[in-house]
Structure formats: C-alpha cells, structure tokens
C-alpha cells in the first residue's frame, strides 16, 4: 500500500501482527487493530488466550490506535473445529490453520472490514503480495526463508489479493523483533505461538477427539491384507506414521501408507511403499491461467519444494515423494509465488 488507507490490522497478540500494525502506523495510514475472538476451550499454545488479548490492546495503546475484539466463535466452530473433527473421524488429516486463513481472516474479517468502511486488512504473516505487469497480484513466499508462511496463506483469491497486505513480510523473524524493540511494544520477545489453538499439550488430539466422537480400535494390515497389529485409536492415525502401531513382532519397520476411518483399518508397507510419484487434488484452485510447465509443489508448510507437473487435477512429481496425507494442501509455485492449491483427495 503507497497511498494513505484506513487499515484494519488482525492483531493476534504476537510480535509479528504488532510490528505490522506498527509499520502501517509509520507509514502514515489510519490504522484499526482487532483481535479475533475465535476459540473459546482450553488452551495452552500460545494464541487465542486472554493473555493474547490483552498484550494486544496493549500494543495499540502504545501505538496510539484503537482496538477491538470481534467475536467470531460461532465461523471457527462451523469451518475449522467441526471439519477438523469429522476429517479425523474420516480417516483424513485436517489443516485447521489453513481453514482458518480461508474463512476467518480472508473470508470472515474482510466482510467485518467492508462493513465498516476499511480500505484493506493487514496480518503479520510471513509472506508477500507482488503485482505482475499484467496487473494480477500473486502471493510470494516470505524475505526468511525459515518463518515463510506463504503455504498457509495460498488461499487468497483475487479479490482478497486486491485488499491483503502482509507488512512484515519483506523482513527477517530477527529484524521484527529488531523493530518491536526500537518501538517499545510488549510483545518483542514473546514466543511464538505453537500448534493449533484448540489442541492442549496435556489432552492433545486424543482428548480433544474423544470428547466429540467415539474413537474405535483399528485393524493394523499389510499389502497383503494379513493383520500384522492394532492401534487404540484409528482417528488419530496419519500416513508416514511408524510408531503406535501395535506390530507383531515389533521387528520390521512399517510405515502407515493409508488409513480408512469408516473401517477402522490401518494399511502400513516399507520404505518404498510410502513413496509416490502423484497425488491427485480436490479443490485445486488456480490464482489465475493453469500453468503447464514445470512447477514447484510444496506437501507442508515448511516442507522442501519438490519439482512437478499438473495435470488436471493431478500433480506429478519429477521424483517420488513421501505420500501426503488425504487432508492435507498442496500448494504449487512458479519460483516463489503461488499459482496453485488444492487438497489431497
């Protein structure tokens, strides 16, 4: 953003969303922090707690700008905590922050902005937004290499491209806490939040889970079909998985390469069975043109790129790869920028 622009900036109470509300306020615009209010269980990870509530509205005191809290419980119960809990029950492995991205903070917290007369939202994710010389905007990986949070972010369509800025994504994790100190914010050495916000390190999924569905035994099975173990609990099972497994004999190493929830089956094989060379996408979403030259995939959010090809749905790896969990995004680059995303089917 060049012209001065009445910005709304989602202020989560951690370092990086200060330093942006911080820079946009330097930069001469009218700036508005809002906390989102979205879980309101345990929890012990560092974000969406009372403490992260107060040490932003703190930072806005010191930045001089209003703040507010906007309650959105009921979007995160709808599209991040009920999905994350039927995938299990599944046999799927949900992405609850990507979720969250798409309906709470692009979705949800751009239509609050529109209602109240903002220009544009700020976050202080870890990534940019380049405009190309046909004017289209893409979304480009962050200036460190090691906080990048491009992959989480891949879900901004056009529209929300047009109105998204990512102010402390031309910097370093260091040169954030470099600039919060030289501001005197709070929150300049606080931690990074950790895991997802709903899932306690005491309970974890397993407590979390069985308070909502009924966890099942599963049937651990080889190529074959033998029965070669058994799991406690098949909904929390994911793919590469090697350990919990129950094996008879315990000797030979296994990876688990599928799971069926609805059978309560688990199917493990080698090394080599955990490998694949394509992956085929749901909800593939091109941010502009299908592009059908060499690409970039990444399987996680900081998993390394692994050279492609897309072909319909399907991406085609240059060399195997570790199979991806049925859940989990692709996310698909030319360079550093995304072109690309879906879900593995």
């Known amino acids: 953003m060049t012209a001065a622009t009445r910005v709304l900036v989602a202020m989560s109470g951690g370092v990086d969303s200060s330093v942006a509300a911080a820079l946009l306020v330097e930069a001469g615009h009218e700036v508005v922090g809002a906390t989102l209010k979205l879980w309101g269980g345990d929890s012990d990870s560092g974000c969406c707690s009372v403490a992260d509530v ?48 798409r309906h709470l903070k692009f979705d949800r917290l751009l239509r609050r902005a529109d209602a109240l007369g903002f220009d544009a939202v700020a976050t202080g994710h870890h990534a940019r937004i380049v405009e190309r010389p046909d004017g289209t905007r893409r979304v480009r990986r962050g200036a460190d290499p090691s906080k990048d949070q491009s992959y989480v972010v891949h879900v901004l369509d056009a529209a929300g491209l047009a109105r998204v800025s990512f102010p402390v994504g031309h910097l370093s994790k ?56 058994f799991v406690p609990e098949v909904e929390l099972v994911t793919i590469g998985q090697r350990r919990g497994l129950g094996l008879v004999g315990g000797s030979e190493v296994a990876y688990v390469i599928k799971v069926d929830g609805p059978a309560a089956t688990v199917t493990v094989g080698d090394a080599a ?38 072909v319909g749905t399907t991406v085609m790896f240059t060399n195997p790869v570790r199979r991806v969990a049925p859940g989990q995004s692709v996310v698909l680059y030319a360079n550093d920028e995304v072109v690309a995303g879906g879900i593995v089917a």
């Open 54 to 101: 107060d040490d932003a509205r703190s930072v806005a005191r010191r930045l001089g700008i209003d703040h507010h809290v906007f309650n959105f419980g009921d979007d995160f119960d709808q599209h991040v905590v009920a999905p994350y809990v039927s995938a299990h029950a599944a046999g799927r492995t949900p992405n609850p922050c990507i979720e969250c991205n």
């Open 174 to 229: 260091s040169e954030v806490r470099a600039e919060a100190t030289r501001l005197g914010l709070a929150t300049a050495d606080k931690p990074d939040s950790q895991d997802v916000c709903f899932i306690t390190a005491t309970g974890g999924r397993s407590a979390f889970l069985a308070d909502r569905i009924t966890t099942r035994p599963g049937r651990v099975i080889d190529a074959a079909g033998a029965t070669v173990g």
């Open 273 to 310: 069975a955990l490998l694949v060379d394509q992956v085929v996408l749901e909800e593939l979403r091109w941010v502009g043109e299908a592009e059908a030259g060499e690409l970039l995939a990444q399987t996680s959010a900081h998993g390394t790129p692994q050279r492609c090809r897309v």
